[in-house]
């Protein structure tokens, strides 16, 4: 980031994902560049990073010499903290995050009568800055995550604080220009950018990229991380008495079932990856994990050996490795059922994990659920 020339950046929950000692490790690499002003560390009640850091910059007004102060803080938003017991398990509880809203009324009088602008860095979507707006006076500029797939051609402007976001995953960049009027007024302009192949790329974050690809093709090859694997790995390892199967093995007895998924959008999902930004997303570890059947599993989706079988979101995907429940299920053991999980009984704890903040923000587990259901009355019939 400091090679891109950011000056500042504000812990959202995803930082968390190598863990926190790594996460502190960086930010004390880093000095000067992390702000956050409502993550602090729960036995020691220390914030991770500096609350706020007040820049100067020449002022460019005609016949002024003096500086201007800009004070930035940052804070992470209560949807998104949510997530952290995901992301760390029992770790969580290692990490306090109190309320945005309640951190800023506190913070923002104080860097007002320090700074001649205050902008706030916020894990927070646009619902979350537009409450943050609303209920804290004296931000001059906002600057959102959490606003996936989302550039706006008129900037809002919420109670005299401009929101600025720049979508998700690279696909965006914004611009924001302040002036000042000498009289205590100022003016904001922001514009956001798509950034497609039009716009060249730097040959030095080229070549920083490509340095990288050795330590993809490895992750591809299966070694991953634990933050990298299928989210079902959490629940069910695949080993060599119970490995993944695909969704044609499931077919043999559950063929309405079957006929019903290859219908959804879960069983394109591989090909989704395959046909958008030239397929590069289709090699990347934190899209296959979510994309395919137990990427990162010794049986699970490989992309050096590319197994059809195991692309797109299949039945293992939400109940787990499928080779002993079929073994059973043949030898005409009722206990062949005890060897799967059981989605529909409520428990989205999974499905969170891809249907998450970031990737799918209008997501709602009850009614979304309703899309895939596959068992009741019209499947009874459907068991072997």
Partial sequence: MERMGYQSATLGEKEFYHGIPFLKEQIRKHPGLFVSANVTDAATDKPFAQPYVIRTYPDSRP???GKIRVAVTGVLGTREAAELPIILGTDASKVKVADPIETLKALVPTLRQRADLVVVLAHAGMDGGRDIANAVPGIDLMALGHVPGVYFNETPNVNGATLVASGDRARYGSQAGITLDGMGGKTIRSR???????????????????SYKPRLSQMQGGLVTEKEQTPTAQFFKSDSSNRYMGNRACAECHKKVYDKWSLLSHAKALRTLETTKKGINAKRPDCLRCHTVGFGQPSGFNVAEYPRELGGVGCESCHGPGQLHISLAKA???RAVMT?????QGNKTLCIQCHDSINDPDFNFEKDLQKIKHWGPEFAEDRG
């Fill in 332 to 334: 005409g053991l009722k």
């Fill in 63 to 65: 016949g002024a010499t």
């Fill in 340 to 344: 799967t999980r059981s989605i529909p």
């Fill in 192 to 210: 956001t950018t798509a950034l497609t192949a039009s716009i060249p790329e730097n040959p030095k974050f080229a070549e920083l990229r490509d």
